[in-house]
């Protein structure tokens, strides 16, 4: 049995149910190490610009343990972090075979791996950089090379997340051998299961939204900010009308919250057209009907390190349309097949994206759910145990 610590920054409601994977396979024996606590109660989001309070379970199913840390632990940026006191203390009291961390950007996740460093334990890293967005700044950029390249070869292993996450590591002259699969994943049979049994309420839900039970539907769920564009969509959208007064056939759904959203639905209304809702906030007990609800779901990101909710949707069978900065449009998105992606911030381009979706989301439905059968914590457990045995190949 290996024995593994996991460090990340809080509970993280993608994250659980995977950890509840990990914890009930015979061959592993998880502790999670905590930085902070504070999504397990209701905390303000400055991007949804409102009060969240997750309402599905985070720490359920696998021990863990938040640490002993000096300063903040309600961190609201970079500079205000948590440092911990007794990340050594930890790894010493348990005889860990290996520690696994999440990304890089906290203060605690360098102490762990220092620590695992000056105990012998080997290191396994999972992160989301996919070099989609570079500083274009020289100073910052060295100061990133210089320091990633100092911390790589403290990391034994290399969990990618997909296909631009591996490439990644690999410009930075990381081994292959040091590579393996551990795709970002959602909680699959959940969100299966919960699409299927919302289907049976679909026209209930519709009419309690007052949509027409015959227009198709086109999703947006993210936040109402800048780097997620929904401008664009809005943009895009009007370019449906056959000729910019009749509003289109399709709905525009806008699930999420933020700075933007006063400004989105003032331009709604300028339209004129009552084709356009804004739902706000949804939990994620919620989404799956939501989800099923739709026939396009679109992510117009300007920059995006993964876009887990292309995972959820497609565990619905839906036609997905992604924007060429969002992570997962290499991985999940089989262009023509089941989605389209395009160049970021051209509305042109996404008009004719979203015209496609609604045009060939029968098509998509079986293709999205291939896709995403194969895009599981199965694989994520599958490359956790590679990973873990290279390591005892190694230290043997």
Known sequence: MFH?????????????????????????????????????KAYQDREFGQLI?????????????????????????????PVAKDILQQLKQTQFDAIWVHGWLHICTIQAILAAEQLGIPVLLRGEAHGLKEATDSIKKCAKKAFLTWLFKKVAGFLYIGKLNYQFYQSYGVSEKCL?????????????????????????????LNLELSRPIILYTAKLIDKKRPQDLLAAYRLLSSDGVQEPEAYLLFVGDGNLRSHL???????????IRFLGFRNQSELPAIYDLCDVFVLPSGFEPWGLAVNEVMNAGKAVVVSDKVGCALDLVLEGENGRTFPVGDIAALAEALHWGIQHSKSAEN??????????FQENIQGLKQALDYLMIESA
Not at 12 to 40: E, G, H, N, T
Request: proline share 5%; charged share 25%.
């Open 180 to 208: 393996f699969p551990m795709p970002y994943a959602v909680d699959n049979d959940f969100f299966q299961k919960q699409a299927m049994l919302a289907r049976t309420n679909r026209e209930e839900l519709r009419q309690s």
């Open 367 to 376: 293709i999205s759910l291939k896709r995403i059968q194969s895009w599981s």
């Open 4 to 40: 593994l610590a996991y460090f990340v920054s809080h509970p993280i409601q993608y994250q659980a149910p995977l950890l509840r994977r990990i914890a009930a396979d015979p061959d592993i024996q998880l502790k999670v190490f905590f930085y902070s606590d504070f999504s397990l």
């Open 53 to 81: 309070e997750w309402d599905i379970p985070l720490t359920e199913g696998y021990d863990y343990q938040f640490l002993d840390c000096w300063g903040s632990k309600q961190w609201r940026s970079w500079r205000q972090q």
């Open 265 to 275: 639905e003032a331009e709604a209304k300028a339209t004129g057209w009552h084709s």
